[in-house]
């Protein structure tokens, strides 16, 4: 551990560390009850905060949860800098761990309790766009980009919604590998741009 | 036209056309507010029948879910008839024209309005199961066909959620044969069991 680890916290590390809480929180609540049933009081209990502190952080609800989806749907740069080979193989892990891992705090729950809500659905679909889907479309290039990286994103939602929310076997239970086989060569597909299209 | 059609209806008929305006009601009201949210006095208003009746024909609001449920998934015979070759086209175009045509009444927009109620969320797996997933992977037999069959269900999935409620460009807006060029080969290949795995 570094010395900033071992000392004692000073006021800008306790500010950087409230925020992360606070987006933590948001987030659970989010994902567990959609954008409309959720209130700042609650966020506030479970960040351990006062609720006016929220809204000096963040100001609203509704730019609480933008800055919680501008997170959601991020690509991380592991996944591009691993290289074009073997992308779909990641893509399909990613979303099977994250998934396994940690179902109240999946942005695909947030997706599917808030998508209704007009505001929160325009929300979503902007952190969507501009945090996976664009960046994917710039970075694959070739023809139809911007096709196959929608293509790619509607593939791995509709396998984690059959997975954490249809939940029908056999691929509700069917392990990574066994989800790996039988999605990534249809991803890598889009990432090759490999389909007459 | 028969004699049936022209002649005075009957009360066996009345009957018959009552449920029918009752079933598309709660489709309606389902597909736009999710479950929980749907009373039967709005159902009643809209089907333009008295609430109790809606008791006396179904029972209860979870059993008038259910029956809308068990027919909105349900894999029409036309598409099988038409046999393995091009399947995966006519999947695509049914999901597209169907959202395009209506999209107050589509299941998917149930599906993600209701899933996350923990009894309507039950009801659906059910009538996505029994109406699609599994009629279609008896038909297709051979290796893995539950498996398949599943994918082919959380592609369709992915594709109406991307146009329908995420309405991410060029996806959104692409036009049918366009989207049939390129989801088409993926849906294909499961159809036809081609990929390894």
């Known amino acids: 551990m570094g010395q900033d680890e071992a000392g004692k ?20 609540h989010f994902a567990r009850a959609g954008y409309d049933q959720v209130g700042m009081r609650q966020i506030a209990v479970t960040a351990r905060v006062d609720a006016a502190l929220i809204v000096r952080y963040f100001g609203s609800k509704e730019a609480l949860f933008r800055e919680v989806m501008a997170k959601g ?17 990641r893509l399909v892990r990613y979303v099977a761990a994250k998934a396994g891992a940690n179902r109240d705090m999946d942005p695909v729950l947030i997706l599917l309790r808030s998508g209704s809500n007009e505001q929160a659905g325009s929300i979503l679909r902007q952190g969507l ?28 939602f509709g396998l984690a919604f059959m997975r954490e929310v249809v939940r029908i076997e056999p691929l509700a239970e069917a392990d990574i590998d066994r989800l790996v086989a039988l999605v990534a060569p249809a991803l890598q597909r889009y990432v090759d741009g490999s389909d007459p299209a």
């Open 9 to 28: 916290p000073g006021p800008r590390r306790n500010a950087v560390a409230t925020r992360a809480r606070i987006l933590e929180a948001a987030r659970f």
């Open 129 to 156: 766009d501009e945090g996976f889907v664009q960046p994917l479309a710039r970075w694959l290039g070739g023809n139809h980009a911007p096709e196959r990286a929608g293509l790619i994103a509607s593939t791995l």
């Open 73 to 89: 749907f991020q690509l991380g740069d592991d996944f591009l800098s691993g290289g074009r080979e073997g992308l779909g193989e």
